[in-house]
């Protein structure tokens, strides 16, 4: 769906573009929070069709957002969702980029598994977790539901999001176009801040790198092998 569709018109609300750039369902717990949202701000929405890869599908939102009128783009990723109506809670932060915080499974030390949050702080050793009972300034921040003043869209560089800087075209094995993007936001001079009272979950997402990696290990010490059943042909 290639086209932007108004899903409410509240006189004097702030208008807020809903950037969808995920080629999948949105969830149910999405569409609620949208209806109620619908109640109280002028709302649009926007998810294109066939735009392949992820990055590309973020510019495109891009492009259409900028040709709205829209003062702020609410980014929902489809395999996410909320605990409850955070856009309102969004709003009230008032700061030109704050998310929502969303967690990743991890290896820890001795082989434990750690639970995460992705809105982290970058270090000499990397990006790192930060966790907060409230609201911290972070420089990296996920989009799977994160708002975006329009003056921040406007300052950076376009393009918004790429991955080609990484070690391949889908950020597999280096950093995503979300962390792409949350430089450029820090290039222009704008903060970016994460809000822990708006705890956001995937559906079926984790860190696969990480599951692949303790799996490994585990056969390793077991001196098993994780195919052993598939080479057996079961």
């Given at each position: ?64 957002f900028l ?96 991955w080609g ?70």
């Amino acid at each position: 769906m290639n086209k932007v569709y108004q899903l409410s018109d509240v006189a004097g609300s702030p208008r807020i573009f809903v950037a969808q750039p995920n080629m999948g369902l949105i969830s149910p717990c999405h569409v609620v929070n949208l209806f109620d949202d619908a109640q109280n701000y002028t709302l649009f929405y926007f998810a294109p069709e066939r735009r392949i890869p992820h990055d590309r599908a973020r510019n495109f939102c891009v492009k259409a957002f900028l040709e709205s009128d829209c003062d702020y783009i609410l980014w929902l990723d489809d395999d996410s969702y909320l605990d409850g109506p955070c856009l309102k809670r969004l709003l009230m932060i008032d700061k030109p980029f704050v998310s929502a915080v969303f967690q990743t499974i991890k290896e820890g030390e001795k082989g434990s598994c750690l639970l995460v949050p992705t809105s982290m702080r970058e270090t000499d050793d990397g990006y790192q977790p930060i966790y907060s009972a409230f609201i911290a300034e972070v420089e990296m921040a996920p989009l799977a539901c994160a708002l975006i003043k329009r003056e921040v869209m406007e300052a950076i560089e376009l393009p918004a999001f790429s991955w080609g800087e990484f070690k391949d075209e889908w950020g597999i094995e280096g950093l995503g176009e979300d962390v792409y993007f949350c430089r450029k936001v820090r290039a222009a001079g704008y903060r970016i801040w994460a809000d822990y009272m708006s705890l956001g979950h995937h559906w079926i997402g984790m860190d696969t790198l990480a599951m692949n990696k303790m799996l490994h290990r585990i056969a390793r010490e077991s001196g098993g092998n994780v195919d052993t059943e598939a080479k057996r042909g079961k």
